[in-house]
Nanobody, 124 residues
Framework: VQLQASGGGLVQAGDSLRLSCTAS????????VGWFRQAPGKEREFMAA????????TYADSVRGRFTFSKDRAKNTVYLQMNNLKAEDTAVYYC??????????????????WGQGTLVTVSS
């Protein structure tokens, strides 16, 4: 599977962005799709994940209520809607896929394939 992340940009605090993750080669079938972010000098941090086939979704505590995971089967695309953005949300955002149990979705080293990342910069 080849993933392509897009939708990042420069916004102001309080604004919204929607990130997209498309499977440009292959499909998301039978995968869990996860969103992570990595700020300079920090480790890759879990944001949200959900099953492509099914309704199970989970979020990091830091973004629950502000970020929303969704999917469009017709477009073979997963989204991360980010609202009320804060300066601390500034990072490169990545999507990845895994087939691990729900309890392991938060660990980036369990993901098999990654998109190239899209930069989100939030000015305060």
């Amino acid at each position: 599977v080849q993933l392509q992340a897009s939708g990042g940009g420069l916004v102001q605090a309080g604004d919204s962005l929607r990130l997209s993750c498309t499977a440009s080669v292959g499909t998301f079938s039978n995968y869990v799709v996860g969103w992570f972010r990595q700020a300079p000098g920090k480790e890759r941090e879990f944001m949200a994940a959900g099953r492509w086939s099914g309704g199970t979704t989970t979020y990091a505590d830091s973004v629950r209520g502000r970020f929303t995971f969704s999917k469009d089967r017709a477009k073979n695309t997963v989204y991360l809607q980010m609202n009320n953005l804060k300066a601390e949300d500034t990072a490169v955002y990545y999507c990845g896929v895994t087939r691990t149990p729900t309890s392991l979705w938060w660990q980036s080293n369990n993901y098999y394939y990654w998109g190239q990342g899209t930069l989100v910069t939030v000015s305060s």
